[in-house]
Structure formats: structure tokens, C-alpha cells
């Protein structure tokens, strides 16, 4: 059984930066996408950037030119810089993979990592 343990969240200013860590562990053969979602209170859901395993990326517009994703496959790993950070971007971050086991294929997830961003 393989899971995503999340790192690195936190509390920070508005206008301050974080680092998102997400690792993947278990009997793995290899990772397709990778990606990050948050969720803020009340709120659904939402995607907020995603990486291939060839480390093409995509972006929410909320988020373009404040965020990068990027991804270690050496370490299955991915993560998420986050710069410019405003209050609206407060919601627990959450990372999912889709992983290759010896199983077939799956969709891990993580249990999320809380970011709150003061004004």
C-alpha cells in the first residue's frame, strides 16, 4: 500500500512565499501526472497546477505567474512554490499522483497540508 505524505505548509504574510513537498512511497513502478489541489473552508475543490512525468505543466489563472510546480522522479516527488501568496490563497493543499504498481493503476492522495495567509 502506497501513499503521499505532504510537507511544508504553514502560516506566512501576505505578499511571503512556501515550498510544497509531497512525497510518494510504496511499491511504485512509476508516476504519470502529479498534481496539487486545495480546498478553502466552504468551498469545493479546485485544481490549482498539475505536472506530467515529462514535466509539462499546467496552471489554474488564479495562479499563473505566482506558483511553479515541479517534480523530482528520482525521488517521486513533487512540489509547489508558491510566491506572491495572497489570503485568498488560504485553503489545505493537497497533492494526488497517479501511480504504476505491480497492482495496476492508482490515484493516491494526500492528507493535505493547511496554508493561511495573513493580510
Known sequence: Q???????????????????????????FSINDMGWYRQAP????ELVARITSGGSANYADYVKGR?????????????????SLKPEDTAVYYCNAV????WGEYIYRGQGTQVTVSS
Open 2 to 28: 502506497g501513499q503521499l505524505v505532504e510537507s511544508g505548509g504553514g502560516l506566512v504574510q501576505a505578499g511571503g512565499s512556501l515550498r510544497l513537498s509531497c512525497a510518494a512511497s510504496g511499491s511504485i
Open 42 to 45: 466552504g468551498k469545493q475543490r
Open 67 to 83: 506558483f511553479t510546480i515541479s517534480r523530482d522522479n528520482g525521488k517521486n516527488t513533487v512540489y509547489l512554490q508558491m510566491n
Open 99 to 102: 501511480v504504476n504498481t505491480r
